[in-house]
């Protein structure tokens, strides 16, 4: 079943050609009670619908959960809102890659009778239920790196800053970011940590590193880049980036990631430099 | 001193910006959600957010014509002044969002950017890329966790509301659930935001998230609070039908100069690039020559809906339309519309750049909601005003204040005293039906300007009135309790292995949303609104012996999904009575039956309660507030408008 692996896009219009209506496949899936309980793969058939993605074949298993082998089981949880991949939270590792799963159309991935999926959790985050793991550590990097804009307060005092249409755009692209984690996911800096204490010590992440980037861009946001910086430039920061470039491949919004580490890493190395000459502060 | 606080219930639009404004005025926030609020529903919105701006000013446009735009596009079923209000504020609000660092799309010079929406001929839209709502919510995001920060708001992320606690008519709290734990608790408060968003769940697949089932608004309808104006359902035009849900294809694609259009012959097999101009059949352009493809969604949705199920003609004689930008640029077409031409590229595997879209109306926002009062503002002419043309003379100034009294604390409250609604769980602003990129705008205005009238109405609690957090326990335990018991008779049910669709809650769901797609939403009819009727009594007595296919005690979905499932069928009886009793036609309701609308019986607010003791819906109205202009026909130039309507046959056969 080589098909069955849809890694690059022409392999994917090609398999969503060849897709046979009607057919009914295989979805392997790794669950797990809650946190500190054993995993186990269960497997269940289900039958295709026109424009079927992963999110409607687990809708499907929650309204029959009984498996391949006939056997009665729970509905699998997973996490899940929009289903037009810009919320971010249905992310999860199909056939061993993360990606999210109501963007993924079964006719790519499992176009013949008999194909099989495999979903599981990610793999950098703890596990709360079967596909639904929980994301805090990549929300909490957030705050660390004051990822606003501080305006003076909501009364009526004028327009933002005017801007022209380019670095709109590269604001647009870099303000995009869903959270998802996929980068996080694919990076091999990043570890699953279960203590919540030792994250500010852990690598922090590329998504964070871009939106950073995001930030010290905007006229007003830039007032804070010292502060963002310091954190880029402590434990857990830039300097834990091994430049694997995994994190760009996977990102669902193509978000110019490495560009962004790169570009705040020089900014980084100007702060610890300026920092150096000013002495303690 | 006993510390006040406030819970906001729904980190979405509305929510936000509520909490926002609340906790700048040092007032602490309980934030909860059942999401994390960056993935709330509001970063589905694509086109944009609406609000009158230099340009179109200088065309003649202004605030009170965005306003007057409003009331129109609602059919006059809108309070009037509160639409004033937001309209005034919303260029101040478009700035204030740009100062968060929304990045709107900026012209060559650096200014914003601004497209046309429907029921305008004015460029107002404010946008940011093709995912507006995804960059306005992630700025109040932002802007949340640094109040989060600093230690003023606390968020409540993957809990369930439950239910209001409401002690001496006034509502001190609320019953939440962990969703991972599934701890149930009570929380204080002095005062209770509401801002859970729509109810499209109801009708099965819509444009709406996974979580938009109403849920939450159904409790509080079932603790008391009025339901206002249920029946009013928006259904959008162009949607892409799907497996697990219908996935909207902006308005702004019609914005952008998006033609919609079916072959003249029917179940014309031919590709689209070999079907000629002169046979295919611009049908929107033809009846509607100055709006064109750009008419109000409901007319938009009733005229594809005649197209395909009574007329036959959709493409290859299936339930599409054609939606066609291939005649524009493709590299403006990714300027412009590249997120949304990516959604459909992504989920269909069609580039629209390069091949027409096909679409269909699926269910999309509920006008109806949490009913909600307001003081009226200094703006009281002597009569109402009749149409305003562009250029023509204001009758009155943008200051805030002439709609509605800023700070007022019975502004955008419910019956309930200290209980809220925002956004789109409150029935205020958009009448019968809602324009385009006016919601964004409801949302982030009610959060702003009525976070104001929470605060004032904790601070200036009556003397005498024991604040939340010295109420005896036994009220809070009670509630909790009575969730708990709930709770655990769900869990009870639960039997593994003996399902039958009879009682299998994904079931009820399923047939529920078919029932009311079919009956309650682009046409309905006496007859089917009444078997409708039956079918949910019917849908009940299933659900009262539903069986649970999981007893786990730790985050058990579809214990949250079935609960939830009796809320749903709860309001949607509210939604089909009240379409059953308004027998006229008026924006999004449309009665085959009664196609005209009728302002001497019907220039009404529909006003739902629930009388727990009985499990019944009553239906009672009240008055709608048309102090500031008066009611015209709707029409948007139609050609033979008139004639259209005398008919009175049923457009639909079933
Ligand atoms: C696809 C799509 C496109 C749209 N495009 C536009 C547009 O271009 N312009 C425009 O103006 N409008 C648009 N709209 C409408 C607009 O997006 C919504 O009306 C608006 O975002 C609603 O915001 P809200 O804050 O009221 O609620 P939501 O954003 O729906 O948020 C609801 C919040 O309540 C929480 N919640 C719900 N129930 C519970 C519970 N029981 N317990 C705890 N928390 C709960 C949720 O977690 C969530 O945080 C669009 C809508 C859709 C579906
Ligand atoms: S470039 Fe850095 S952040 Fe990206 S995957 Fe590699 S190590 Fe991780
Ligand atoms: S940068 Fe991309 S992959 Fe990483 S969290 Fe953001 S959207 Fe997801
Ligand atoms: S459900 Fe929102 S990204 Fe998939």
């Not at chain 2, 609070?225 to 892409?240: F, K, L, S």
């Not at chain 2, 003791?613 to 130039?637: A, K, M, N």
Request: glycine share 8%; aromatic share 8%; net charge neutral.
């Amino acid at each position: 079943m080589a098909l069955a692996h849809a890694h690059s896009p022409t392999q994917r219009r090609l398999n969503r050609q060849a897709a046979k209506p009607g057919r009914t496949i295989r979805i392997r899936i790794k669950r797990c009670d809650g946190p500190g309980k054993p995993s186990r793969w269960e497997h269940f058939d289900v039958k295709v619908e026109r424009g079927a993605n992963v999110i409607s074949c687990l809708q499907q298993i929650a309204a029959h959960p009984v498996t391949a082998d006939g056997k009665a089981t729970t509905p699998v949880v997973w996490d899940a809102i929009c289903l037009e991949e810009i919320c971010g939270a249905c992310t999860m590792l199909i056939n061993g890659r993360v990606r999210q799963s109501c963007s993924c159309l079964i006719d790519e991935y499992a176009p013949n009778h008999g194909d099989s999926i495999t979903l599981e959790p990610m793999s950098k985050f703890p596990v709360v239920r079967d596909l639904w793991v929980d994301r805090s550590r990549a929300f909490e990097a957030l705050k660390r790196i004051k990822a606003w804009i501080p305006i003076d307060g909501t009364y009526h005092l004028g327009p933002g800053p005017r801007e022209p249409a380019r670095p709109q755009l590269t604001r647009y692209t870099l303000s995009t970011c869903m959270t998802c984690a996929c980068c996080l996911e694919a990076c091999p800096q990043y570890t699953i940590e279960h203590d919540e204490s030792k994250w500010d010590a852990s690598f922090i992440g590329a998504h964070a590193i871009s939106q950073v980037r995001l930030f010290n861009s905007h006229q007003t946001g830039k007032q804070l880049a010292p502060d963002r910086l310091d954190i880029l430039t402590g434990l857990g920061g830039i300097a834990s980036c091994g430049n694997a470039q995994n994190c760009v491949k996977v990102c669902p919004k193509d978000i110019p990631l490495t560009e962004s580490i790169g570009a705040i890493g020089r900014a980084a190395t100007l702060h610890a430099l300026a920092k150096w000459f000013s002495g303690p502060s | 001193m006993p510390q006040q606080r406030v819970i906001v219930v729904g980190g979405g639009l509305a929510g936000l910006a509520a909490t926002i404004r609340i906790a700048e005025a040092d007032m602490p926030v309980d934030l909860f959600s059942m999401v994390p609020v960056k993935r709330s529903h509001s970063v589905c919105a694509q086109g944009g957010i609406n609000a009158c701006n230099e340009v179109a000013r200088q065309q003649g446009y202004s605030e009170y014509q965005h306003f007057d735009e409003t009331i129109y596009g609602g059919d006059y079923l809108a309070d009037q002044a509160p639409v004033l209000e937001m309209a005034n504020w919303a260029p101040r609000i478009i700035d204030l969002l740009d100062r968060m660092g929304v990045p709107f799309n900026r012209t060559a010079e650096g200014f914003r950017d601004l497209r046309l929406f429907g029921g305008s001929l004015f460029r107002r839209t404010h946008f940011s890329g093709a995912t507006t709502g995804q960059q306005l919510l992630y700025a109040l995001d932002e802007q949340t966790r640094r109040h989060e920060s600093e230690g003023k708001v606390n968020k409540y992320e993957f809990w369930e509301f439950l239910r209001p606690i409401i002690h001496d008519q006034r509502c001190v709290g609320i019953v939440a659930q962990d969703m991972r734990t599934m701890q149930i608790r009570a929380f204080r408060a002095d005062a209770v935001v509401m801002a859970t968003g729509g109810c499209g769940l109801i009708f099965g697949k819509s444009t709406n998230s996974v979580i938009c089932t109403g849920g939450a608004a159904s409790r509080c309808f079932q603790a008391g609070a009025w339901y206002a104006n249920p029946e009013m359902i928006q259904v959008h035009p162009t949607a892409i039908p799907g497996a697990d849900k219908c996935r909207l294809m902006s308005e702004s694609a019609r914005g952008e100069g998006g033609r919609i259009w079916v072959p003249r012959k029917q179940g014309d097999s031919r590709d689209f690039k070999d079907i000629p101009a002169s046979e295919r059949w611009y049908f929107l352009e033809e009846k509607f020559p100055k709006y064109g493809n750009l008419v109000p969604r409901d007319i938009a949705s009733r005229e594809l809906f005649d197209i395909c199920v009574n007329q036959r003609m959709g493409i290859g004689g299936e339930n599409v339309v054609y939606l066609d930008l291939t005649h524009r640029d493709p590299d403006y077409l990714t300027r412009k519309l590249g997120g949304i031409m990516e959604i459909y590229e992504k989920f269909v595997g069609d580039d629209p750049r390069f091949t027409p879209m096909k679409i269909f109306p699926a269910v999309h926002y509920s006008m109806g909601g949490l009913w909600t009062g307001y003081v009226h503002g200094a703006y009281d002419p002597p009569q109402p005003h009749g149409e305003h043309r562009a250029g023509g003379v204001v009758p009155v100034s943008t200051d805030s204040g002439q709609g509605m009294q800023p700070g007022a604390p019975e502004n955008m409250m419910t019956n309930i005293r200290g209980l809220y609604a925002f956004g789109e769980v409150s029935f205020a602003f958009h009448g019968a039906t809602r324009l385009g990129a006016n919601a964004l705008l409801s949302c982030i205005f009610d959060g702003l300007f009525s976070g104001a009238s929470v605060v004032n109405y904790v601070r200036e609690c009556e003397p005498g009135e024991t604040p939340a957090d010295s109420l005896d326990p036994a009220t809070f335990d009670a509630a909790a309790q009575h969730e708990q018991s709930k709770h655990q008779a769900l869990l009870d049910s639960a039997d593994a292995g003996d399902m039958t669709d009879e009682t299998n809650p994904y079931r009820i769901g399923h047939d529920l949303g078919v029932e009311m797609t079919e009956a309650s939403t682009v046409v309905k009819s006496g007859p089917r609104l009444e078997q409708c009727l039956k079918k949910l009594a019917h849908l009940r007595d299933r659900y009262s012996r539903v069986r649970l296919s999981d007893a786990a005690m730790w985050t058990n979905q579809s214990l949250s999904y079935t609960r939830a499932l009796g809320d749903m069928l709860i309001l949607a009886e509210a939604i089909a009575l009240g379409g059953l009793k308004r027998k006229e036609s008026r924006g999004s309701h449309f009665r085959t039956d009664f196609p005209d609308r009728d302002d001497p019986n019907f220039l009404k607010t529909t006003i739902a309660t629930y009388d727990p003791q009985s499990r019944s819906t009553d239906i009672s109205y009240r008055d709608v507030d048309t102090r500031l202009v008066r009611p015209r026909p709707r029409t948007y130039g139609k050609i033979e408008a008139e004639q259209q309507h005398k008919t009175g046959q049923p457009v639909v056969a079933k």
